[in-house]
């Protein structure tokens, strides 16, 4: 990191551990932008903020739908000159029931949130990301992974809100990890991990009704990817808490990524 002013923009900033993370990195010099869905919600963390070391700003955006998701591009880059880091943390778990649902443009909901979303976000705001170099780039996955169905990318077929959740993670990890391979490192790095088991989140809550890891766990493991001067430089990596891991076999496969890439680029209109 520059000495320069550091800019964060966190996705999902009002609830679970992407509230907690902004509660955290409040405290700290610098400038903050919190994106979440819900206005009310916004206007209540940037209430708690209120006394914050970091200059806040908040962006809306319902980023089930990709006219949303480049809205939100737009108001963030009417907003500043560049971004230090990019948390791509925002998403959905896998649901209380095994209802399929879709997103506003026919998507798998959980694919389309928690991948197509933060892909057509962080392509958007490369520029951004470049102009605040060296920059990161901080995707909050899962240890939840499985390949994914080529033929039914939407799962037409065979649904499970537990298999939804971890093909879109796989999908948000596997172009990851290709979007490292394109960028200088000494510019912008990429990187995901899985920050902590169950935590006790809104998501987890629905989803499992028990908890494991505290949000103190998962905070630590973000903010870590976001400010260590250990990882400076350090691109296209998978860690689990704080430690680097390894993700499923198929997100290393370059057939999968580029093809995952060709897709998500397509079903996003987006191009880098």
Known sequence: MTDRERIVLITGA??????????VLSTEPGRLILHGRDPDKLKTLRNELSHSQAEIDTVTADLAEQAEVHQ??????????????LVNNAGIGKGRSDARELSPDGYELRLAVNHLAPFA???????LLEAGAPSRVVNVASAAQQPIDFDDLHLAREYSGSRAYA?????????????AERLPPRLVTVNSLH???LMPTAMVREGYGYSVDDLDTGVAAVKRLIDSPELEGV????????????????????????????ISQELTDTRL
Do not use: C, N
């Open 14 to 23: 009002t609830s679970g551990l992407g509230r907690e993370l902004s509660h």
């Open 72 to 85: 939100l591009a737009d108001d963030v880059t009417g907003l500043t000159e560049y971004l230090s880091v």
């Open 121 to 127: 976000l962080t392509l958007r705001l490369l520029p």
């Open 167 to 179: 093909q879109s993670k796989l999908a948000m990890i596997a172009t990851g990890f290709h979007l």
């Open 195 to 197: 920050p902590a088991t």
């Open 235 to 262: 691109s296209g990596r998978y860690f689990s808490r704080t430690e680097q891991s390894r993700a499923i076999a198929a997100a290393y496969s370059p057939e999968v990524q580029l093809r995952l890439w060709d």
